[in-house]
Each structure stands twice: as structure tokens, then as C-alpha cells.
């Protein structure tokens, strides 16, 4: 762009451009560094292409869509015309296209349960799946959790169902035609049962040979899925959460006539407005016992855990968002004669953005990655997973919330009017914080049972030394420093972890393991790629973890911070780094 002193503007010149047109996926080397170093090269090959596509499709038709469907959110018909109790909700064309997208053309629900997905002979692995999910919601966030639901649902069914439920809507629930496909919801929640489940109320009877299920569902997202997963108290089980099972219901009976519940009425949510979460009563509905009776806590928390996982990736791919458009603007808006990239506390506020968000993708990557084992049975990956997933889900989704905000920040007034992003941005970012468990939530699941109970502190800490010591090239002053923050973080959590006077530190902890871990693996990603001759500025973003996050610093100190300034002249240029430049850096 030409120097603000040689261009003349005027009116609307002036207003800086966002992301429409911009392709997601070309834009973001560390997502493609990253694909590198997981993926197979014979399954890149086959994946890429899709990829660059939906990164296409998320700044153009994709977010158009997105768009219209947040103004346009869906509506419910309580009667049919004849008055009777038939409800059906209404969704505008942009969110049904949407649905295409996702379900038909991706098949983001299906591919790592059937093979032949873009013509790759068997199911894909895990991180595929979260990668796709990552670049679609750059586009469109609320459309993810049905689809997300959907993915964890067929997993629930594929593992725990009889063969004959299987049989009878495992195919409907795993198609790619829009016409055919069988959506999937979970109703959990009750008025009196959030976090505490063991709270739930709605009642499963057996009658006539059949379970019958009666109550309230309070919070149902994709309320008018054509499958449902829920959680019911038998009739005579003991009380708490050792008595609820689990239940599919169909929305539809083998008659085709509708089951016996009702959507009473939508919720009228802060954001996710394109996607129906209603209140649901159930009213003598027809029920499946999936499992055996009383296991139905276990069985459905698998599928948490996945939603878990799969809302940090959703933060990252909103904090991707956000970076993108903080860059359009810093780079494009101008102000007292230049660019506002210029100016040194935007380029402050620019990293703040930068930061967590490269954290985010580092930890997604790897955790997909990891998920692979675990699913082939490693009890070490397993481990690591039964970590990694909370503490993605309390930091990532944490952070999106003030990310969202410094990016409506940085475009100005226009961030604040509906016409732009950033106010879905924002209202979208907040329900990371609630869905799949509040952040209090996910930092006892962290301290008092991965690392209380399973001991996956260890397994992960012994992970994060040896990536430490297979870095290459890593210079030896940074290479301590980084295995002292990693023994100094695991140390402090375990000490929490054991000591009930101090729950109160549990977010400090988790925090510090979060930004350990990701410490180590922005440095392995950065010098391995530097290594190889390539970009190695992702090793700067691990330096900044643990001078911001990890290390104690005096706010009040006077003088230059020379390292950040240095690295930011790096990160901010979209120009590949060498190692040794990189290096240099570091050593300031």
C-alpha cells in the first residue's frame, strides 16, 4: 500500500477492508508448518487440497452465509396449520446451505468413522477432522456444535449401542446427503442438573415393553436433531449419578409419526443465533437403552470429552479470525500519516492477539495427533489425552473472550456495528466458557482427577522433555530455561493437586501447565522448521510464553524491552524467518 502522505482519500477510502475474500488456509503458515509435521505426506496430498478449498469458502461464500444467518435466526412453528402439536423450526436458506457445506461437501460428521472421504481408503485420523473443523469456523461458528455433536454421537453409537439400534440409524447418522442425513443432539441438561448431572430428574419407565421417558430437557442445542442422546433415571435407580442411563430417542418412529416430545421454545441466546438450542419436554417419548442400566455417565462422558476438545479448537479458530482481521486493519487503516501497524502499542496490542492464538493452534495439533494413538489403545496417549483435552478447554476458550475483544478494539467504532465480524466475534466467544463445562469445571478435572487420579502430569511432562531434548538446534541457555519452566509448572500443579487448601490455586496451576505445554511446543515446531530451512519464528512465540506467562516480571520496571520489540519486527511481517536470524534474536 502506498505511503498515507503520497495517496489521496477520501470518505469510505478511509475505512479499512476485513477478511472478505481472504483464504483461511493460505493465509496461515503455522496451520501449514503444522500439517507437515503430523500428517503423512500420502494424506496431505489428499487432504491439502480440501483444505485450501474450505479455506477459500470460509472467507468468501462461507462467511457471506454465516452472515445472514446470524440476522436471520431460526424460528419455531409450534402448530401445523391444521393446530395440531407438530412444531417445526424454521431456518433461513443461508443456514441450510451451510448444512451442505458441512455435512455434504466436507463431510466433517463422518470422516473419521467411514472410509472413502475425498477418496482416502480408510477413516481419517482425529486431527483431520479437528483441522477441517478449525478452518470451517472462521466462517461460521455456530453450525459447528450439531456437527460436532453428530461426530461424537456415531462414536457413542459405533462403540456402546446394540447391533440392532446400529443397523437400524447408524447409516442415517453417518450420510453426506443432506436429504437423508439423520442430525444428532444430547440433551443433558435440566433446570437443576448443569454441572452436577447427578441432579437430572427426567424419569425413563418401562412400559409395555418399551422404555418411555418423561421430564424436561433445559438447553438443547440442534433441538430438532433427528437423534438424540440423552440422560434419564430409571425408574426405582438410586439417586445422584449413579443411577442415570442412557437413551437414544428419534425424533421420528418406525411409522414415521413423531415421537412424544416437545420443543417448547427456543432459547433467545447472546450468540450461536443461527443454530436452535430450545427447551424440550418429554411426554411418554419412546426411548433406546443404550449400555446397560446405570452406566450412562460413563458412557456419555466420552462424548464431553471430545465436545471438550473440539470447543478449544472452535476458540482457536475464532482467535485465528480475530488475528486475521486485526492484521487487515493494522495493515490497511491509517491514521496521523501512516499505517497504524506502525505504531508501537498497536503492534503490542497486535501480539496479545498473536500469542494465545499460536498457542491455541500448537496444542490443538498436537492433541489431534495424540488422539490417534489413544484410539489405536496406547495407554500413554491416552494419558496425555485424558490431560491435554481440559486444559485446551479452559485456556483456549479463556482467552478467545479477550482476543475477541482487543480485535473489535483494534478495527475502532466499526467494531462495535453489526455490519463487521467482530460483534458475532465477541457474542460467539463466550459460550466456550459455558458449554462442556464452566472453567472451574475443567480446572478440577485437570488438578483432583488427570493429575489426582490418573497421574497424566507425568505422562505429559516426560513428553514435553524429550520433544525438549529432540529439538534441534535449540540453543543450549534456551533449551534450560524451558525444561526448568516445564519441572517448575508440573511441580506446582502436583503440589495443588494434593493439597485440598489449596483448590483456590487451581487456575493458577492450570494455567501453568497450559503455557508450559505450549511453550515447548512452539519451540519444537519452530526450530525443527528452522532446521529444515524454513520459517523458525514460531520459536520467538515460545520465548514470549514464558517471558509473559511463566516468569516473574516487574510491571513498573523502566527501560526497553528490546527481545519484544525485535520479535514483534519479526512475527508481524509476513516474510519467513531463518533460524539463525531467529537465534540472534533470542539471545537479546
Known sequence: MSDATTETRAGADWVAP??????????????????????????????????????????????????????????????????????????????????????????IHRMCHVAGVFGW???????????????????????????????????????????????????????????????????????????????????????????????????????????????????????????????????????????????VRLKDKLGTKSMASGEVKLECAIGHLIGEEGSGLRQIMKTVSLSRLSHGVRAAAMMRRCL???????????????????????RRQLMKIMVPTEQALSIFLFTGHVMAGANRGDAEAEKLLRILTPLIKFRACRDNVPVATGAMEIRGGNGYIEDWVNPRLIRDAQVGLLWEGTSNINTLDVITRAIGRVGAHETLAACLQDKIEQTPGLPGQFQGLLQAQVERAFAFAESVSRDPAQEDKGRLATNALYHATTAVLLAWEGAT?????????????????IDHHLLPQDPLASGENRFDKAAANILLNDDPATFSNVKDTLAL
Open 18 to 107: 476485513d477478511c472478505a475474500g481472504m483464504n483461511f488456509f493460505a493465509v496461515d503458515k503455522g496451520l501449514q508448518s503444522g500439517i507437515a509435521a503430523y500428517l503423512p505426506e500420502d494424506l496431505r496430498t489428499v487432504v491439502e487440497a480440501q483444505m485450501r478449498r474450505l479455506g477459500e469458502l470460509a472467507g468468501g461464500r462461507l462467511d457471506e452465509l454465516a452472515r445472514i444467518a446470524d440476522r436471520h435466526p431460526p424460528v419455531l412453528h409450534p402448530r401445523d396449520r391444521a393446530g395440531r402439536d407438530q412444531e417445526t423450526i424454521e431456518y433461513h436458506p443461508a443456514y441450510k446451505e451451510m448444512e451442505k457445506m458441512a455435512y455434504g461437501e466436507f463431510s
Open 121 to 263: 481408503p480408510e477413516p481419517m485420523p482425529p486431527l483431520v477432522r479437528y483441522i477441517f473443523q478449525y478452518l470451517f469456523v472462521q466462517g461460521e461458528f455456530g453450525l459447528m456444535c450439531p456437527v460436532s455433536m453428530a461426530d461424537t454421537g456415531i462414536t457413542l453409537m459405533r462403540n456402546r449401542a446394540s447391533q440392532e439400534l446400529k443397523d437400524k440409524y447408524l447409516h442415517r447418522m453417518e450420510s453426506d446427503n443432506i436429504d437423508e442425513l439423520w442430525r444428532c443432539a444430547q440433551f443433558l441438561t435440566e433446570q437443576g442438573a448443569g454441572s452436577d448431572v447427578g441432579n437430572i430428574e427426567v424419569m425413563a419407565k418401562q412400559q409395555d415393553g418399551q422404555w418411555r421417558i418423561y421430564g424436561d430437557k433445559w438447553f438443547c442445542s440442534n433441538s430438532d436433531a433427528e437423534t438424540i442422546l440423552l440422560l434419564a433415571r430409571t425408574e426405582g435407580a438410586a439417586a445422584g449419578s449413579a443411577g442415570l442411563s442412557l437413551f437414544l430417542v428419534t425424533r421420528f418412529l418406525d411409522d414415521g409419526s413423531r415421537n412424544n416430545y416437545r420443543v
Open 324 to 346: 486475521n482481521e486485526s492484521l487487515q486493519v493494522a495493515r490497511n487503516r491509517q491514521a496521523f500519516g501512516q499505517n497504524i501497524i506502525a505504531f508501537p502499542l498497536l
Open 529 to 545: 522448521e528452522g532446521a529444515r530451512g524454513g520459517d523458525a519464528r514460531r520459536l520467538l512465540l515460545s520465548r514470549l510464553v
